[in-house]
Each structure stands twice: as C-alpha cells, then as structure tokens.
C-alpha cells in the first residue's frame, strides 16, 4: 500500500468514510467525494463536472449558485458575486483595484474598517 492510499484509509476510517474534497477556483469548483478509497466527482444539476464559482441573489433574496447564477448575472450584476478568491485573505485596503473591476459591493469586515 503507497503512503498515500494508507493516508486515504486512515481519513476514511476517522472520518467514517466521509471524505469529501472542494477545488475552489476563481472561474469554476470541483466536488468529489471518497468512495472506497476513490475520488468521485459530483455532478451539478445540468451533469456537468465543473461548477461555475458564482452565486446570486435575486430580489426576493433567493441564493442562486453555478451556471444559473451566471446565466441571470446580465440582468442581476450587482448581486451577482464571483471572482471571491481575488478577496480571499487580503485586507480591504489592499483590494482597491479588484474592487473596482467588479459590480458588487465590497466592504470591509468587523475587523478591518476602511482608511
């Protein structure tokens, strides 16, 4: 048995054989899940493998995620959210560009207040 698939028992054995593995990317994600000590790709709503990483909230603050959020992104931009990952462990004050080339709101958190 190699190192790694010990390593992959050993998780599945801890865990009771729920494993699951996230791919956040800037454009698209992935999901899979162990089963039997192998990855299996969860497929979205449409069958595909790749996930669009966007998420939408229409004007009755219903939460949209993957290709439908995108697809109503034209016509719903400022809330629509994508490109997170640009944000993701940088302070506020250092986003000012990324923050301009997006339609949404960017604010800062409890822990960082703007200059």
């Known amino acids: 048995m190699t190192r ?10 801890y865990c ?19 089963e039997g000590g192998q990855p299996t790709v969860i497929t979205t709503a449409e069958g595909g493998r790749l996930c669009p990483s966007v998420v939408s909230f229409n004007k009755n603050n219903e939460r949209m995620v993957g290709q439908t959020a995108k697809r109503q992104s034209v016509i ?12 993701m462990g940088r302070r506020f004050d250092e986003v000012e ?15 960082m207040k703007p200059a």
């Open 76 to 87: 719903n931009s400022e809330n629509t959210i994508y490109s997170i990952k640009r944000f």
């Open 16 to 34: 009771h054989g729920k494993i699951i593995g996230i791919d956040l990317g800037t454009t698209n994600s992935v999901v899979a899940v162990m």
């Open 4 to 13: 790694s698939c010990a390593f992959v028992s050993l998780l599945e054995e």
């Open 97 to 111: 560009t990324e923050r301009k080339m997006v339609p949404y709101a960017v604010v800062a958190g409890p822990r």
